[in-house]
């Protein structure tokens, strides 16, 4: 096997471990009953509207063939020959197809306008559900496969609120109506062209299981693709730096494969109900020319009831071909649904107790009693940790690659609860506070700054919406970020692209300065936010971090110990336990773990 091979197997070992997994749960009319929840804000608008104009095209069509049949050929034509009243009747017909042309016209409009309606409805409560689960829900999972159920599940369902609801009724009723017509027209007949319909039943659900199956690997194949394709286009410069074109290419054709196959075998195993009903039409009809042929000789039945029935007989197979379609469609949403419903039905584990405190003011007093955290139960980042942060003081975490400094960030913003021992600012356990009053009060800058796709003034205002323009710019001025934003071709209105492409990583990180600072946050969290920058923009940032937090609890986590000379308080992290704790000139005089990371650093600056 080729190294090329090998590697992409790897990668596809990696990728078959997702959490994308085949939902193994029987049909159940209850996930599609939950699915017409979303129908229901729309049973006094469009819904009535839609099922009128159904039922009024659904009895012009059952009309239509009697009148032809029994009307036309046995009263009109064979028994009074009256030419007049056959003008008459074909002027009366053409009334109801002019009539039902303008039903289904008004019918498609408004199944539509009810079908997008529930699918915005449906997208809408997905992300917003998204939005407020917790960090765990997104550690185990990727971009692209939550992407997959907010917008390509729910679009697979658009077909069966647009057209399924109502066609479904509208198949029923024909269907009901057409065998109510053809035994009181002729039972004998009726019956005979009828007993095929057991053994097609009976077939159709032996392909249930196997449809619904394939549809939900067609989704998670899906959702894969997607996933590769986000993580390609988000590190194609990773990809480039180190020539691996070939084997990501390789990766994406055999993932584009799997999606082709799956979609291949669901499209193959739902196209055997067609021609099962086909072949039930072809049977029916070598029975209604044989045995109404022979009731026609026996005087059992008139031309015209023969004529009705063949009408009917092509309009019979026809809504049961659509309810067979319909019944794919209803696997297709049972898959997705099956997959949103996954997510709606994820809890969030950091939510909000009932009569949750809330912070009207945050003095930014923080303390950390015996505080232990596991990220998986499994391995502790952090053991019996307890610190003591003073309102307004500055604190410096330092310390190795997975000591825990950033785990204790992620604790005072309550992404996560401690496994052990409590959290606490002002007194109050972060558990029994409402979390949008308390992190409204803390801003936090990561190394990663992003950037959304929109100006540089809407960038800068996100983290204060209600900010004027001069506020923004002011936040701007006070970080040093003015002067490079005044060089850009239009300013603060110049567009930038999601991540900010067209900024230098330190220009980022100077707007997500002017963005935290915008906030006006009590606790200021500086997660490596100074590591993108370089050793002159440091100099002004280190300035502007005066300003920024002069007044406001700060805890700054960093490697470059340069910038946390000044931190009233700094703690030195191994393994999740606090190893020293001191100020800078504290340390150095111990000259312990602090002194001698300080050092390294040093001579790295010299070599």
Do not use: C
Request: proline share 2%; no cysteine; charged share 20%.
């Amino acid at each position: 096997m080729t190294q090329e091979k090998q590697n992409t197997n790897r990668h596809l070992t990696r990728f078959h471990y997702s959490t994308e997994q085949v939902i193994e749960k029987p049909f159940n009319w209850k996930q599609i009953w939950r699915l017409l929840t979303y129908v229901k804000p729309y049973t006094k608008t469009y819904l009535p509207g839609a099922f009128i104009m159904m039922l009024l095209s659904t009895v012009i069509r059952l009309a239509v063939p009697i009148l032809i049949g029994k009307v036309a050929i046995d009263i009109i034509i064979v028994e009074k020959k009256d030419t007049r009243l056959l003008i008459y009747l074909v002027l009366a017909i053409t009334l109801l197809y002019l009539i039902n042309y303008i039903a289904n016209i008004y019918r498609i409009k408004w199944v539509n306008l009810l079908g997008q309606n529930v699918i915005y409805d449906l997208r809408k409560h997905l992300f917003t559900h998204v939005q407020k689960l917790s960090h765990r829900f997104f550690d185990s999972r990727s971009a692209g496969s939550i992407l997959v159920r907010i917008m390509n599940d729910t679009n697979s369902l658009q077909d069966i609120f647009t057209n399924g609801i109502i066609n479904l009724l509208m198949d029923i009723i024909t269907l009901a109506g057409i065998i109510m017509i053809l035994f009181s027209l002729s039972p004998k007949l009726a019956l005979a062209i009828m007993i095929v319909l057991p053994l097609m039943f009976y077939i159709s659900t032996r392909l249930r299981r196997d449809i619904r199956r394939s549809w939900q690997h067609v989704r998670i194949q899906q959702s894969r693709m997607n996933s590769h394709l986000n993580e390609s286009i988000q590190g194609i410069r990773i990809t480039q730096a180190f020539a691996q074109e070939d084997e990501n290419i390789a990766y994406f054709n055999r993932v584009n494969t799997d999606n082709f196959n799956s979609w291949r075998l669901a499209t193959k195993k739902s196209a055997k109900f067609r021609p099962l009903v086909e072949l039930s039409n072809a049977i029916g009809t070598v029975i209604l020319i044989t045995y109404g042929a022979y009731l026609i000789l026996q005087q059992d039945i008139f031309v015209g009831t023969f004529v009705s029935f063949a009408f009917f007989l092509g309009m019979f197979w026809e809504p049961i071909s659509r309810l067979g379609q319909m019944y794919n469609q209803l696997l297709m949403a049972m898959a997705s649904s099956e997959r949103i419903f996954e997510y709606l039905d994820e809890k969030p584990i950091i939510h909000n107790k009932k009569n949750a405190y809330k912070f009207d003011h945050m003095d930014g007093h923080i303390t950390f009693d015996n505080v232990q955290f596991s990220y998986d139960d499994e391995r502790i980042a952090l053991q019996d940790i307890s610190l003591n942060i003073k309102a307004g003081e500055t604190v410096a975490l330092v310390g190795h690659t997975g000591s825990g400094k950033s785990t204790i960030a992620n604790l005072i913003s309550r992404f996560y609860d401690p496994t052990k021992g409590s959290v606490k600012i002002d007194g109050h356990d972060l558990r029994d506070t409402d979390l949008r009053s308390m992190r409204s009060h803390i801003s936090v800058v990561l190394q990663e700054t992003f950037i959304f796709s929109g100006t540089i003034m809407e960038n800068i205002r996100f983290g204060r919406p209600t900010a004027t323009d001069e506020e923004v710019i002011k936040a701007a001025k006070v970080v040093g970020a003015h002067n490079f934003i005044q060089r850009l071709p239009y300013g603060y209105d110049t567009e930038v692209e999601e991540r900010g492409s067209i900024l230098s990583a330190g220009e980022r990180q100077l707007l997500s300065f002017a963005r935290a600072l915008l906030a006006n946050p009590t606790i200021l969290i500086l997660d490596e936010a100074t590591a993108s920058i370089d050793t002159e923009t440091e100099v002004m940032i280190q300035q502007a971090l005066k300003r920024l937090l002069k007044g406001r609890t700060a805890i700054i986590i960093a490697h470059r110990l340069s910038t946390i000379r000044e931190a009233d308080q700094i703690y030195v992290l191994e393994n999740g336990h606090i190893l020293e704790s001191g100020n800078h000139q504290q340390l150095m005089d111990q000259r312990g773990e602090y002194f001698r990371l300080v050092k390294s650093q040093f001579d790295m600056l010299q070599a």
